[in-house]
């Protein structure tokens, strides 16, 4: 009976059906969160475990049938490898070596020319999770006073139960799209301390419903917009046949609407986290923080006219992970530089095995370098911070943000049109023009700093 539903859903909308079941799911956390705050809330943790454990695995099934086997073949692995080797680098290295290699595996077999709902969407937030558990368990055997702050407040200092680890697993509010949370905050949620009244139901109805209102605003911006900008236009001989300034623009306004897609899943199943009270995050200036789950600060993302701003404002939870347990852990390199881009390319084998996606990431690396480059050398230099804060300010912005998102767009190309020969073609449409721009703007920003930054006194003396 479901299935002709969905598919007049689907044909009605014009989105595919793998797409309206994610997003149904998505919708169906706010219910389960209502049901938990209702009747749960005060139960046991076994009852609370059950509960998110099997509402998890039916969201599972109703997505991807039978193939939820996968995740359940690595919460079972992931907490055997817990119990028998203990809190060791063995752990941990036994532990990502499997995650990834499983995640790797399930791209390989499954991979297409297009980008699929498929079982694998999922599996890359649980992957993490998994990984980070181990982490988490390894810290918790270390001397408080050798642990950072972020540690602590997720070290694990018991071996968690199987059924907390499936409850954390398969959590309604994270399980298919995110965002990341630790093992420790979840055993908070379960233990009724995340919650700006202790011990109670928390008063989150109204951020849980102003985040939904956001992520259904930008779902109906998505929705409208899409059509009119489609990634498979950039393969088409109408694109190649516009003139090069609508080829430019084109990529500009796509890049924009095509990441409201993420916005609109991320903001809405934040709502479902506040709801729970997982969102909750404390209190600043005496008001209760409910943001602990945000992957997205959309003010920022819709103002910002840096990289630097809008990649701080994207897949918040993701990037802290990546930060955490990969940039961080590889401080005995003793290279930021070097660290930064073990980080990024983690990232890009993480989101798949495609060419795509690794020139993605080698991009970004290459546009944050050139724009802190950019933004010291204006900082430095009396002329362009004075040009910088005079009356010009708002024509600056505005080409700033044209800038901005073209280039935002530019590297999304081969992040979505994944395959080698799409992504060339779209490419040398433009004439390579974001790879030239930059390289260019790098060449040139050691001139710039000599012709505009005046030599400091005591440097000249220095060198003399």
């Known amino acids: 009976m479901a299935a002709p539903l969905l598919e007049q859903l689907s044909e009605s909308l014009g989105s595919p059906e793998p797409a309206i079941r994610l997003i149904l799911s998505i919708l169906i956390g706010y219910p389960f969160a209502v049901v938990y705050r209702w009747f749960l809330f005060y139960q046991t943790p076994t009852v609370i475990h059950l509960f998110h454990t099997f509402s998890g695995l039916a969201l599972a099934a109703f997505n991807f049938g039978s193939q939820l086997y996968h ?11 817990l119990r028998l080797m203990g809190r060791t680098v063995t752990a941990i290295l036994s532990s990502f070596t499997f995650q990834m290699l499983y995640l790797l595996a399930g791209y390989y077999y499954t991979a297409t020319e297009e980008y699929d709902i498929k079982w694998t969407m999922p599996h890359c937030v649980l992957t ?22 972020e540690q602590k407040a997720s070290a694990l200092r018991s071996v968690p139960s199987l059924l907390e680890v499936c409850g954390f697993s398969y959590f309604y509010g994270g399980f298919l799209v995110g965002p990341q949370f630790t093992l420790r905050s979840y055993q908070r949620l379960v233990a009724r301390e995340l919650t700006d009244c202790p011990g109670k139901v928390p008063n989150s109805v109204v951020p849980a419903m102003k985040r939904f209102a956001l992520g259904f605003l ?18 088409t001989d109408e694109y190649e046949a516009q003139p090069f300034w609508y080829r430019c623009v084109f990529i500009l306004l796509w890049g924009k609407i095509i990441l409201y897609k993420y916005v609109s899943c991320w903001v809405i199943a934040e709502g479902v986290c506040i709801l729970t009270g997982l969102g909750y995050n404390g209190v600043v200036d005496g008001k209760h923080q409910w943001n602990a789950c945000a992957n997205m600060k959309v003010w920022l993302f819709e103002t ?36 930064h881009v073990a980080t990024l390319f983690f990232l890009s084998i993480w989101h798949g095995l495609h060419s795509g996606y690794i020139l993605c990431f080698s991009m970004e690396f290459f ?38 998102w073209l280039f935002m767009g530019y590297p999304l190309v081969a992040f979505c049109i994944f395959s080698y020969d799409k992504w060339l073609k779209v490419y040398s449409s433009v004439y390579f023009c974001g790879h030239l721009f930059f390289l260019a703007a790098y060449l040139i920003m050691p001139y710039l700093r000599k012709a505009l930054v005046p030599k400091k006194e005591g440097r000249e003396k220095k060198q003399e």
């Open 71 to 81: 995740s359940v073949v690595c919460v079972l692995i992931q907490f055997l490898m």
């Open 128 to 149: 993490l999770k998994l990984i980070g558990l181990a982490f988490d368990y390894y810290d918790g055997g270390k001397e408080p006073s050798k642990l950072s702050a």
């Open 304 to 339: 910002t006219p840096l990289f630097g701003g809008t990649i701080a404002s994207f897949n918040i939870n993701t990037n802290a992970w990546a930060a955490r347990h990969v940039f961080k852990r590889l401080k005995f390199l003793g290279n930021k530089t070097l660290s």
């Open 218 to 235: 930008c779902l109906v911006i998505y929705a409208i917009f899409s059509p009119h900008y489609p990634d498979s236009y950039y393969l």
């Open 367 to 404: 546009i944050i370098t050139v724009e802190r480059q950019a933004q010291a050398l204006v900082k430095d230099s009396p002329v362009l911070t004075k040009l910088a804060n005079s009356a010009l300010y708002p024509l600056i912005y505005v080409v700033q943000q044209f800038i901005h």
